[in-house]
Structures are given as C-alpha cells and as structure tokens.
T-cell receptor, first 112, second 115 residues
C-alpha cells in the first residue's frame, strides 16, 4: 500500500460545485501539505499543517480550504470550483529532520 | 527570498550517454537541496538531497548531484542514461539556515532518453 493515498484520483466537475480531495498517510509524519501542479509552473503550495491544530496558508490559498481531521488525514476543499482550478493536486508529508517530501499519486481535477 | 531555476525545459540524450539536468538556486541561509522525479501519471518521488558535507551526493537509480556553492548550482547527473530515465525532474530548495519548512520547486525539466 502507498504511504500517502489520495482520493479521488480523477474528478470532473462543473463550475460552482463543491469538491473535496482527501489524503491519508501511514508515514507517521506530523507535517502535511497540499500542492498544485500546473504545466511549466512547478508545484505551488496551497496549504500546510504542522499538526492537527496548526493550519497555514501557502502561496495560492484563495479559493481553497483544508481540514486536518487527524495526524494521518488532511483534506482539501474547493468551496465553489472554477475552471482555472483545473490542475493536478498533490498531498505530501515531510521528513521531520531534513524536510524531504513524500507525495501521493495525485488527484487530477477538471472543472468545466 | 528563495528561488530555483531550471534553465532547460527539455533535455534530450541518447541511451548510454551521460546526462546532466541543470539547477541553480537562491536562498538566504544554508541550502537544503533536493531532486525529485515524476513519471507519467505518478506523484513525485524523492531522488536525492544535499544537506551538508561532500559536494557529490548519490541517490536512487544511479543518479548523483553535485553541489557547487560558488555557482549556487546543484546539477543532476547520471553516467549512462537509460530509456526508463525519461521523466520530469524537479529541483527544489529549502532554507535550512533559518529552520524554514518551505520547499520551493523549479518549473521542471523533461528528460527524454532515446534508444
């Protein structure tokens, strides 16, 4: 089983719909992240969480919200999806010493 | 501010030839440097990192990277490329000197290895 699991892997939705992307991990790491990948732009940080009670905005948090339900679970919500949120979304955890990231397989979201 | 530049969108190399994927960075403190690889329809996988010590670091799948402080570079290398190395490669930097958590990624370089 994967250490970081994301669901759904693919989702097509319409403008204005609420969408939730879920992430769970078995790495035992406290720190979790949501990134967005767009072609030619690398990865941009949306939100990050250092523990269950600590949630922080990243570079591009507008239009997104998150919930850290437990150490192992971190979900990303789009309250009212818009077409320019069409992207590949990654959840990640990080090693506590040096910070290398461990990614899920990604959730491809298409907003029509 | 932290930044990472990968000057090449794509690198083409013949199988068996050496490959280099370039990366330069900017951080205010001590750099923690990373390379990740992304295969089609997969998440990013950690390849290797430089934290301190020997400037040449070795990682997974026969890859290595050379840290050059004066040129602020961290180029990824492999002595003999394989077709299966074809993928998207990301360089990333974290400011270790300030205890920062934030990892900044380059835009990525697509490596194409021709048989």
């Amino acid at each position: 089983d994967a250490d970081v699991t994301q669901t759904p892997r693919n989702r097509i939705t319409k403008t204005g719909k609420r969408i939730m992307l879920e992430c769970s991990q078995t790495k035992g790491h406290d720190r979790m992240y949501w990134y967005r990948q767009d072609p030619g732009l690398g990865l941009q940080l949306i939100y990050y969480s250092f523990d269950v009670k600590d949630i922080n905005k990243g570079e591009i948090s507008d239009g997104y919200s998150v919930s850290r339900q437990a150490q192992a679970k971190f979900s990303l919500s789009l309250e009212s999806a818009i077409p320019n949120q069409t992207a590949l979304y990654f959840c990640a955890t990080s090693d506590p010493r040096w910070g290398e990231l461990f990614f899920g397989e990604g959730s491809r979201l298409t907003v029509l | 501010a932290q930044s990472v530049a990968q000057p090449e969108d794509q690198v083409n190399v013949a199988e068996g030839n050496p490959l280099t994927v370039k990366c330069t960075y900017s951080v205010s403190g001590n750099p923690y440097l990373f390379w990740y690889v992304q295969y089609p329809n997969r998440g990013l996988q950690f390849l290797l990192k430089y934290i301190t010590g020997d400037n040449l670091v070795k990682g997974s799948y026969g890859f290595e990277a050379e840290f050059n402080k004066s040129q602020t570079s961290f180029h990824l290398k492999k002595p003999s490329a394989l077709v299966s190395d074809s993928a998207l490669y990301f360089c990333a930097v974290r400011d270790g000197g300030t205890g920062g958590f934030k990892t900044i990624f380059g835009a990525g370089t697509r490596l194409f290895v021709k048989a």
